[in-house]
């Protein structure tokens, strides 16, 4: 691959951020492209293979049974969070990191490569098994990279460039999934499951290629890298004695509403008599997409000012919305139809991607003494938890409706961004 135009478009981006005409130290200019060019392929690979729109349907039209289709989220969610506390203890003591992050960027790859092979060759449970394993393999390989990052992004990319990098990085990825749902809308790209093989294959490539660029990052080595005993107490030490990260942890916990919110204004949208027929998707991954565009880079430079605050305009923008679909669901008996649907996405989308910014570089720029790996792990895997009993949901919505779950969610929100109030501005800190 060509990497000279991501290279010169992130050189352009660090320069703007760090406030340089352009000048500044090659060694930090390098290292930011970087970390923009393999981020911003993953993101474009993340949203190819998306496992709550892509993949669903592909399992529906290859005819694989229900049970499977529904594992899907929760494979992908908990698979890629759960394991993260168990690699802390290997990416602590290495004192470089930057090998973790390849070699799970690699796997997942091989992985996606698995997916699309066994769309194109089999079909009914077969498919489905062999495509929830790959998914599995896929997850824990994408928890080594989501374990290590951060503490790499801490030291090789300076404070007040990092959310911009992590948001425009965002930006191009959500770019690519609208292009791609605009030619599924229109019938430029065919809705089968040969094509959707071959687009997922694609998927496989570009994390093969920038698991091979994230590999030459210049990372120096952490002298303050440790072979500590890692027991269960010194793991969960952090909740017992940093308040602060057990604030942040709260909210992010609170504000995973953000991220459940979606397949249950989808329900409503179904519920409608218009319906979700397969076309129907396209307005839906548009809305989805779109707000990723226009708000992800916005979001990550305003986190990098106050990710405190930006953790709380997410959480109240959360609450408005998921509040307001709740009481529309309410009134039209559940059924809300596709445009409206849209709408209320979009801006859910927007509110979800000012809680990812903010929560991730709260974390990143929040002192650790030094064990921003074991944070990392801890936070992601008490998430992983939560997630998993948030299927709970579903199950509500199929006994009292979607408005009731929503309604639940919005609370959820506006309680997050209350307990993110307390927390602290840490990019005041050195």
Known sequence: ???????????????????????????????????????????????????????????????????LIGALVPVREAGALLPQLILARSIQRAPRRKGFWATGSLVQGIAALGIAAAALLTSGAKAGWIILGCLAMLAVARSACSASHKDILARTVEKGTRGALSGAAGTIGAGAVFAFAAMLSTGAIPRDPQTIALVIALAGALWLIAGSVFATLDEPADDTARDERNTLASLIAPLRDDRQFRLYVLTRGLLIATALAPPFLVMMSAASSDGIQAGGLGPLMIASAGATILSSYVWGRL????????????????????????????????????????????????????????????????????????????????????????????????????????????????????????????????
Do not use: C
């Open 303 to 430: 986190s990098d000012r106050s990710s405190r605050k930006t953790l709380m305009a997410a959480g109240g923008l959360a609450a408005a919305v998921l509040g307001s679909a709740s009481v529309l669901g309410t009134i039209a008996s559940g059924g809300i139809g596709t445009a409206m649907a849209a709408v209320l996405l979009f801006i859910a989308q927007i509110a979800y991607e000012g809680a990812r910014a903010g929560r991730k570089i709260h974390l990143t720029d929040m002192d650790t003494g030094g064990r921003k790996t074991i944070y990392t792990a801890l936070s992601n895997t008490l998430i992983g938890i939560l997630l998993l009993l948030g299927a709970g949901f579903g199950l509500l919505a199929d006994a009292y409706g979607p408005p009731l779950v929503l309604a639940l969610f919005a609370i959820m929100a506006a309680l997050g961004a209350a307990v993110a109030s307390r927390l602290s501005e840490v990019q005041g800190t050195a």
């Open 1 to 67: 691959m060509n990497n000279r135009m991501p290279a010169m478009l992130a050189e352009r981006l660090h320069a703007l951020v760090a406030n340089t005409d352009g000048d500044s130290d090659t060694g930090e200019a390098r290292r930011f492209s970087v970390h923009f060019t393999a981020l911003s392929l993953t993101k474009v690979a993340d949203g190819l293979i998306n496992p709550k729109i892509i993949l669903s349907w592909l399992l529906s039209t290859l005819g694989a049974p229900g049970y």
